[in-house]
């Protein structure tokens, strides 16, 4: 069992930047791939980033190429997500997750557990 709490969301203006954090407890979290999602009101919770267990490989969604950063610091079982270049369109509550696996981490159903999310709000 692995228990996941975000942190680090607020209230930022466009342009502006955030660090998400994502606390994890439980069973060792440096084996698992870590992911980011998000869901903004009356939409589908859509990925954003993910990491695999060593770092070796990031992905992003187009939406955030360039603009977002994901991260890991498995010695404070600890992982991250840097935004900067904030958009109005951003805003949602913003999920961590866990995963078992390392393949189809772009996809809700690859992981095992998740944190309770953290709003994000862009305002223009």
């Known amino acids: 069992q692995v228990q996941l709490v975000e942190s680090g969301g607020g209230l930022v203006q466009a342009g502006g930047s955030l660090r998400l954090s994502c606390a994890a407890s439980?069973?060792?979290?440096?084996?698992?791939?870590m992911g980011w999602f998000r869901q903004a009101p009356g939409k589908e919770r859509e990925f954003v980033s993910a990491?695999?267990?060593?770092?070796?490989?990031?992905y992003y969604a187009d939406s955030v190429e360039g603009r977002f950063t994901i991260s890991r610091d498995n010695a404070k079982n600890t992982g991250y997500l840097q935004m900067n270049s904030l958009k109005p369109e951003d805003t949602a509550v913003y999920y961590c997750a866990a995963s078992t696996t390392e393949y189809r981490l772009g996809y809700v159903g690859s992981y095992n557990y998740w944190g309770q999310g953290t709003q994000v709000t862009v305002s223009s």
């Open positions: 990491i695999t267990w060593n770092g070796d490989r990031l």
């Open positions: 439980g069973r060792t979290f440096s084996t698992y791939a």
